[in-house]
């Protein structure tokens, strides 16, 4: 029993699910969640190296867009659990944001709070764990200049219970002030708070500005991190995608799962609750059902989920590191299912044909701002 109480709830679940020995099956798992944590890459031109996949912190502490609008103990601890089992799994990027949980949101704990919170639990029994945050900084139209800027980052380092955090974005694009978000960005670097700079729902024209005005001050701007998944390609269409990678900066793909309706959990007789059932209708998903009857497809050959393919997809792309959000562990296991393997350059583009069929759904206005 001590034994088994050592061994990672990753490699526990994932040997449970073959034949065979059941001591090499761990062994195996272990070997490829060994390769997952040293297999990084760097963020854009900074020297950062974060893993090829990251977890998003949106839904931890939030009442407002997930949860079905309350948050208790149970769902703490289950947030919880998927924060261990990434960092067991080899997955050490963990991206949230000052406004997600936030204090504006009824009975809502801010998810900083718990990430750091979460981090710091995880130190007491593996000193020597490396995790490496990403957060955001809120562009509020009452908030000018490059102070405000960094303001807002000591706060978000004083809800996290860090000195500094690796990666600092700007959240959306400004209604103005732009360029003191900019400077803000450069000064937290020089200070020595953030280790790398990016920027969030930048469009192509925003994205070559900022990496500029920051190249004059020669740090490099590491990310822009964007809506991008198989059926909502707008990074492709709008140049994002083509800036990010003539420019050498990296794409972090938020909402990589489509928020959970490309998993294929959700029909049209069983659409996603909340607001997400207001994007993700019975008659949008009637027509994704061709889709995700190929992706399953797929997936069985490779004995993977929908999941699984779907973030293998966004990875082959290159230059992108999807952030799908975990609510639990088992959640959370199979994002790590995702990496290690690859799908062929037909598969690929099949699925892309594919999903061009299916008319896309409005993304976050500020894209456009």
Not at 22 to 48: M, N, Q, T
Request: net charge neutral.
């Amino acid at each position: 029993m001590a034994m088994a109480m050592n061994v990672s709830p990753c490699f526990c679940v994932a040997s449970n699910r073959r034949s065979g020995n059941r001591v090499r099956a761990v062994a195996s798992e272990d070997l490829v969640f060994s390769k997952i944590k040293d297999d990084k890459v760097k963020l854009g031109g900074s020297d950062l190296e974060v893993t090829r996949l990251g977890i998003g912190a949106w839904s931890w502490g939030d009442t407002s867009y997930w949860n079905n609008f309350e948050w208790d103990d149970r769902k703490m601890k289950a947030a919880k659990a998927a924060f261990d089992t990434s960092v067991d799994c080899g997955i050490t990027f963990f991206d949230t944001a000052e406004v997600y949980g936030s204090r504006f949101s009824f009975g809502a704990i801010n998810s900083e709070t718990l990430l750091g919170r979460f981090i710091k639990e995880r130190k007491v029994k593996d000193p020597e764990v490396e995790v490496a945050v990403a957060t955001k900084y809120a562009a509020l139209p009452w908030r000018l200049g490059r102070q405000s800027v960094l303001t807002a980052l000591k706060d978000s380092l004083n809800r996290l219970g860090l000195s500094s955090v690796e990666l600092y974005q700007l959240h959306w694009p400004g209604i103005w002030g732009n360029e003191g978000y900019i400077d803000g960005l450069g000064d937290a670097v020089e200070q020595g708070l953030v280790k790398a700079v990016g920027v969030s729902n930048y469009s192509a024209s925003r994205l070559r500005d900022a990496y500029e005005k920051l190249k004059k001050r020669g740090i490099p701007l590491a990310s822009n991190q964007v809506n991008y998944s198989l059926i909502y390609r707008a990074p492709e269409e709008n140049g994002v995608k083509a800036a990010c990678d003539e420019l050498g900066v990296t794409l972090i793909a938020y909402s990589p799962i489509a928020q959970g309706v490309l998993t294929g959990k959700y029909t049209p007789e069983n659409p996603p609750t909340g607001p997400r059932g207001q994007i993700y209708t019975p008659e949008f998903l009637t027509k994704l059902q061709p889709l995700l009857n190929r992706i399953k497809e797929m997936g069985e050959n490779y004995s993977k989920t929908n999941t699984q393919v779907v973030l293998n997809w966004l990875v082959a792309q290159e230059n992108v590191i999807p952030i799908p959000g975990a609510k639990n562990a088992q959640q959370a296991e199979e994002f790590a299912g995702a990496l290690g393997w690859r799908l062929t350059s037909e598969e690929i583009d099949e699925l892309r044909s594919l999903a061009m069929e299916i008319k896309p759904v409005t993304g976050f206005p500020v894209e456009k701002l």
